[in-house]
């Protein structure tokens, strides 16, 4: 409490003492008792528009008895409906289909209320249908992913809709004309709402398309993509939709309300743009081949170029394997990655290796990081080579068994058959060094594009080599081209874990040539080394200028709240265990409250965890699941999260898939 002197009222604390005794509750009903302490009634902010706060924004349109929802949030709304004396509600409209904004459909106990529901068109099937969007197995190719990670926050269960609203709609209700005006970014389908109030403002309710102080909801839900901004140049398109359309108030799902938003739209659309510039690739995409490689040399075996006396690769013209070998004096080799290739071609270049350049044996693969388009034909290295595989130790959870986290590009999503995972035969240590045969070399953690990823390095040839996997492509010669990769927060990428660790390293480390993944091959990169690091804090910067959360790493990891397993598979009555890792980004201890929340069928105990984690540290906690005999197949299992007071709602899922 604020003031610990000032005496409570004797309802307060006999409401308090009525928490504390069914702490066994569900944690929904928990925090509906706590919001009802600190709110005697929805607020009017305009005439006949009333605002409610638990998960986000819920907007209260009255006419007479009867009201109209905008957003739902956990359903708390309902028991503060007739302290302004509403009797009935007749629709509730949500702007977009994230959890937040209806995890209260389902469990809330209407009674006469009995309102209908109107979703954005675009968004119906993940109201109706949000299982489509949970997989147990995932490919490269599923809708709404990055590479089989799902970018939908899709409700626990389904809710029933009975109207879908279009672009330039127009919905009548009581007094009220309500234009419907298509603005996704945040979400894919999402929908702002304009209505003219009693005042005769134009009154629009954006969801979650911006926030008070020109800032950006979260980063991860508008990333669409491998780096590409299709989600970034939606929400710009939108945010000018919004400033041609000239509101005189917004009202935004998760912010205060935007009293005069002109300038403020313009100073966003000017930071969304300022960050697209920086988070797109800095090299064309569709025409790399010109830089792809100007180092390597053709020699006398097909599809094969020489680095160094010692060093070969894959180069052909538009081909982007991932394919590098060091060979000794003795004739024994080290590959460094080994995927998006054909096993005939394989055989073809080792082959031609062993009767052109004494190769006699494949010692180890060396593999650069997680993303499976690295090691897929690995498996068949092992088998028909005898190659052992080494790695970094930090990658091997999220190689050995992939299907239990949700990063991009896992190995199985390639869908290649009977690789699915790897395992290691040797884990290296950061930083520690290593000889084989007649070099010495030194195995680095190195992120950027994912921190699941190694740099090796050693001098080959007289040369200072780095092996970086996918983490910089560039031309060095190119003043344009500052090196980065994809920006994706979905490979666990925060910047300073990410390409501004490896912008400081590989400025220390200074090599000679650097080989990248896919065929790239970079000499005397110093310069492009430090355009790569100075872009890294230019793009960090831009993204902190967006945040709408006191630390930005907050707002751009999708995984600062993390189960593990994330894909989970169970047998009815089996009791399983769920590890909750939680992150604590800032400078101070923080208290955050888990509450998971089950379909029917499911349940997770203890029902509610609070855990304190010291500053800029993480922690685990972990909870038990069974499921009974009324439940079989997939389900989603999420999290309503708390840290420090700010509630975020079901931010964060897992998968569930019970069998008999």
Known sequence: MKNKNKPLPVGVIYSVLLCTVYLACLCEQIIAEVHQLNHDAPKEIVSGIYLWTDTCNVYILKSGENALLIDFGDGSVLAALRKIGVKKIDWILFTHHHREQCQGIGKADFGD????????????????????????????????????????????????TEKTLKDSDTFQWHEYQIKCVHTPGNSPGAMTYLIKSQSNKL????????????????????????GFGEGIRTLLNSVQKLVDLNPDLILPSHSDIIEEPRQQLMLYRDKIKHAELLYLRGYDVSNSAPFQDKVSKPTSVTNIASVTPHIFKLKRDN???????????????????CGLLSESLLDTVLDGLKANYGLQKIDAVVITHMHGDHFLEVPYLIEKYGAQVWGLDIMAPVCERPEEFDYAAPIQAYSKKGVERIKFNRLFRDGEQFTWEEYKFSVDWMPGQTKFALCLNGFVDGKKIAFTGDNIFGDPDNPNHNGHEALVARNSAILEEGYIYAGEYLKKLDPDIIIGGHSFVMENPKELINRYRDWAYKMRDALKSLSSDEDYKYWFDPFWVRAEPYRLQIKQHSQN???IYVNNFINSQALVKICPRTPKGLN??????????????????????????????????TFDITRNNKRYGELFDCIVNVEK
């Open 604 to 637: 997770v105990e203890p029902k509610v965890i609070e855990i304190s984690i010291p500053k800029r540290s993480s922690k685990t906690t972990s909870f038990t699941i069974t499921a009974d005999d009324s439940t079989t197949g997939v389900s989603i299992i």
């Open 577 to 579: 265990t769920l590890t």
């Open 319 to 337: 081909f982007y394997p991932n394919f590098s070998l060091i060979l000794s004096k003795t004739g024994k080799a080290l590959v460094v990655d």
């Open 113 to 160: 209320y009995s309102p209908k529901i109107a979703v954005p068109e675009k968004e119906r099937e993940f109201f109706e249908e949000p299982l489509k969007f949970r997989k147990i197995k995932v490919s490269l190719n599923d809708p709404y992913t990055v590479y089989g990670s799902s970018y939908l926050r899709v409700p626990i269960q389904p809710i029933k």
């Open 203 to 226: 009154v629009a309710f954006s969801g979650d398309l911006i926030l008070n102080g020109a800032l950006m909801h979260n980063w991860f839900d508008s990333e669409w993509d491998y």
